[in-house]
């Protein structure tokens, strides 16, 4: 089962919108291992190595700097698929935001979108999945951008009206030219801060959406459920969701997971023998994800990603990362650089 993985039309609308001709869009889909042809499949996914490959080949022959803000810009429901048209038809802002952050595992399980409210403040939230930044930070930072600059896109075009953020907060370090930044978000941005966050006039966001249509709403809210199936819906997914979210310092523990999940260990354990799988079955499976990608990362050791995982000591991992590829870590590394 595939945890990590973002849909086409997602990536499309970065690719069309890096390449300037024909053969460059050719160069930056073999950067990502798929061909011209595939950016028309709307039901393709893409893992988050193909993910990274993709916008890295885009930001290097584009050559902008600020490329993830200029496609966020130009970016419409669309590209959200199901979820986008939900939006679109939703009563207000808020609600629109509501159910992108439901129904984000319709179109990506690369980011978590949400929304925290006070008395007169929303607060937005884009969260890429922390193994995204340990193996690209410039290009997880660019799907920042992207989220922030297309929300204000849409939710002008959701309401005809301008919409700006009081304040916008950045995990990252301070960019170099903020410029473009305070131009398209007309705010200036605080970096280094405990989130990305958009953070609006709770007010605002009370505004009617031009497109309200409680029939067809509700359609598409059931289209999106029957297309997530039981699958969005199960233990197993749910409990994959969280051992991914927890893993942002370090792997947890099958305590730490039930304690989450409101069960006890025993609990948690009978009901994943109930899907035919176990605790230890599904991290396994998580954490050859998460080395396979942290692998390709050379910011980092060995040593760390084994640590990250939760091993007890490199040998473990490497006794651990053998059993399920057939070769050691270094090797596996070695081979995806010669492959590059």
Not at 58 to 70: E, K
Not at 247 to 261: G, I, K, M, Q, Y
Not at 272 to 282: A, D, G, P
Request: net charge neutral.
């Amino acid at each position: 089962m595939q945890t990590l993985w973002v849909s086409m039309p997602i990536l499309r609308n970065i690719v069309l919108g890096a390449a300037r001709n024909r053969d460059e869009l050719r160069q930056i889909c073999a950067q990502g291992g798929i061909t011209v042809a595939d950016l028309d499949n709307p039901d393709m996914k893409l893992s988050l190595e193909q993910n990274c490959a993709l916008m890295n080949a885009s930001l290097q022959l584009s050559g902008d700097p600020n490329l993830g803000l200029h496609i966020g810009e130009r970016t419409t429901v669309s590209v959200l698929g199901i979820t986008g048209y939900l939006m679109e038809s939703s009563k207000d802002l808020l609600t629109a935001l509501h159910h992108l952050q439901q129904y984000t595992a319709s179109f990506s399980r690369l980011y978590r979108f949400g929304i925290q409210l006070t008395a007169d403040e929303a607060v937005y939230l884009c969260e890429p999945v922390s193994v995204w930044n340990d193996l690209s930070p410039e290009t997880a930072r660019q799907s920042v951008d992207i989220s922030f600059a297309g929300t204000l896109h849409i939710l002008r075009l959701l309401t005809g009206s301008q919409l700006w953020p009081l304040r916008v907060y950045y995990r990252y370090p301070r960019f170099a030219d903020t410029r473009d930044h305070e131009r398209i978000l007309k705010c200036r941005p605080l970096f280094n801060q405990s989130c990305n966050a958009l953070i609006f006039s709770r007010q605002d966001l009370q505004r009617r959406i031009i497109g309200y249509n409680q029939a067809l709403n509700e359609v598409f809210i059931n289209m999106l459920q029957q297309k997530l199936g039981e699958e969005s819906h199960s233990f197993l997914q749910q409990t994959r969701t969280l051992i991914l979210e927890l893993s942002r310092l370090s792997f947890p523990t099958l305590e730490e997971v039930a304690e989450r999940l409101h069960l006890t260990p025993r609990t948690l354990q009978r009901k994943l023998q109930e899907e035919n799988t176990s605790f230890r079955v599904e991290s396994e499976s998580i954490k050859e994800e998460l080395a396979r990608n942290l692998l390709l990362s050379k910011s980092l050791t060995v040593g760390e990603i084994a640590d990250r995982l939760g091993y007890a000591d490199q040998a473990a991992f490497q006794r651990a990362f053998r059993q399920w590829t057939g070769a050691t870590p270094k090797t596996y590394r070695n081979r995806q650089d010669k492959s590059v």
